[in-house]
């Protein structure tokens, strides 16, 4: 940040970020103007959360239109634009139930209590392990940091909730010695996101469904980064073919207004009962009305085949710039989630990269010190996509002085 920009920050903010030095200012579809009116190419959709750009013109009509009708009335009472999202996500899902929350983390958090009574009631209160996987990442609320496989996540905040136990990606031996008749759920991201963007082999993801069935036990498939059309399908599982007992969904559902949800099928749904859990915010009209729009735009089939259009495009284009400067060899993920995992003479300079992106007017993402990660629009177009590969060539070189 500039040191004004800094200084205001840290008087005021709480530590528990490092923003980067530009204050964004405006944006339309996949370029973000900074206070400076320095145009920037968007490679990181806040997190895999715009994927359909910014303001987007259908997201922002329903997001007028439902604020001209009614703003919020918490679930004391129905409300339609609810309704309606719950009608289409349990159409397009394998799913017949929905819960609503205003993020990931909630949304990780009711799939895990879900889990945990549907146990309860169903064996008793003996069956409650819950099963992790190493490097994965569910949210911050307490039980999703304890569930998440990231350590750090969860230092300093014990005692965790009991009864969770990791074990890692790709090993399905591990798994199997991990799920038991204790086990309640397995919880997985089918591609870590923020654990690298590492995708889960569809072997080990049958596996564990398989050991679900087996043992009795859920599974939890966490889509929140990868789902809503990123990787080309409307989610992974349904790619893989592979039916979860829950699915939870968040980030790109409400296109960047918050809203999360979790989704069940009706048996599994049934062990809640009014009152066992809730949330305020949920399901707000304003929320559902937007995550409608969004849902119209990810399932039509020109968006998904631009997502592989673009996948081709900037594998094509990273793997010249990787050839050439030597920055980085692999190109890991799906659709428009990609990690670039750096050289070994790189690692752990992912933010230096990050900070050259953006002066070379690219806007990326890391995930953890050795990997960069895309998460653009979905509708990122041809010519977008070219000229941020053109500002990541430039900060390759210079980050590893290659002209
Ligand atoms: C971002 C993320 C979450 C948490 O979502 P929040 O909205 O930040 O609470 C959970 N799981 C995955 C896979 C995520 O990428």
């Known amino acids: 940040m500039s040191s004004d920009l800094e200084r205001r920050y840290r008087s005021v903010m709480m530590p528990t970020y490092d923003p980067l030095p530009i204050l964004p200012a405006s944006a339309r579809g996949s370029i973000v103007t900074d206070i400076e009116g320095r145009d920037h190419v968007d490679f990181a959709g806040g997190v895999a959360v715009t994927g359909l750009g910014h303001c987007h013109p259908a997201l922002v009509a329903a997001l007028k239109?439902?604020?001209?009708?009614?703003?919020?009335?918490?679930?004391?009472?129905?409300?339609?634009?609810?309704?309606?999202?719950?009608?289409r996500l349990t159409e397009l899902t394998f799913a017949d139930r929905a819960f609503f929350s205003n993020s990931g983390a909630e949304a990780n958090e009711a799939a895990l209590k879900l889990a945990r009574r549907h146990a309860h009631v169903t064996h008793g209160p003996h069956k409650h392990e819950i099963v992790g996987i190493e490097g994965s990442f569910h949210g911050r609320t307490f039980f999703t940091v304890a569930t998440g496989g990231t350590p750090t996540h969860a230092a300093g905040y014990?005692?965790?909730?009991?009864?969770?136990?990791?074990?890692?990606?790709?090993?399905?031996?591990?798994?199997?010695?991990?799920?038991?008749?204790l086990t309640c759920a397995v919880i997985l991201e089918p591609i870590l996101g923020q654990g690298g963007v590492l995708p889960l082999d569809r072997a080990y993801i049958a596996a564990a469904r398989d050991l679900c069935d087996a043992h009795d036990a859920l599974l939890i498939v966490d889509e929140i980064q990868c789902g809503v059309g990123r990787s080309g399908a409307l989610f992974v599982h349904q790619q893989m073919g592979i039916t979860p007992d829950i699915l939870t969904t968040a980030k790109a559902l409400g296109g960047g207004f918050p809203i999360g949800a979790t989704l069940a099928t009706e048996a599994v749904s049934s062990?809640?009962?009014?009152?066992?859990?809730?949330?305020?915010?949920?399901?707000?009209?304003?929320?559902?009305?937007?995550?409608?729009?969004v849902l119209d735009e990810v399932t039509r089939p020109e968006l998904l085949s631009n997502?592989?259009?673009?996948?081709?495009?900037?594998?094509?284009?990273?793997?010249?710039?990787?050839?050439?400067?030597?920055?980085?060899?692999?190109?890991?993920?799906?659709?428009?989630?990609?990690?670039?995992?750096?050289a070994e003479e790189y690692a752990g300079r992912a933010r230096d990269v990050q900070l050259a992106a953006l002066e070379a007017g690219v806007m990326i993402l890391t995930a953890g010190p050795r990997v960069l990660r895309l998460g653009p629009a979905l509708n990122l177009t041809e010519a977008e996509a070219e000229m941020g590969l053109r500002g990541l060539a430039r900060s390759a070189r210079s980050v590893t002085g290659y002209h």
Do not use: K, M, Y
Not at 167 to 173: K, Q, R, S, V
């Open 271 to 293: 062990v809640f009962t009014p009152g066992s859990h809730g949330s305020t915010f949920g399901g707000n009209p304003l929320a559902c009305a937007v995550a409608n729009a």
């Open 158 to 181: 014990g005692p965790l909730p009991a009864g969770i136990v990791h074990t890692p990606p790709n090993d399905i031996e591990a798994l199997e010695a991990a799920v038991s008749d």
């Open 65 to 87: 239109t439902q604020a001209d009708t009614i703003w919020h009335l918490s679930n004391t009472f129905a409300n339609e634009p609810a309704l309606v999202l719950a009608e």
């Open 307 to 342: 997502v592989a259009a673009r996948h081709d495009q900037l594998i094509t284009g990273l793997d010249e710039i990787g050839t050439e400067t030597g920055l980085f060899t692999e190109v890991r993920g799906a659709g428009l989630l990609l990690g670039i995992v750096l």
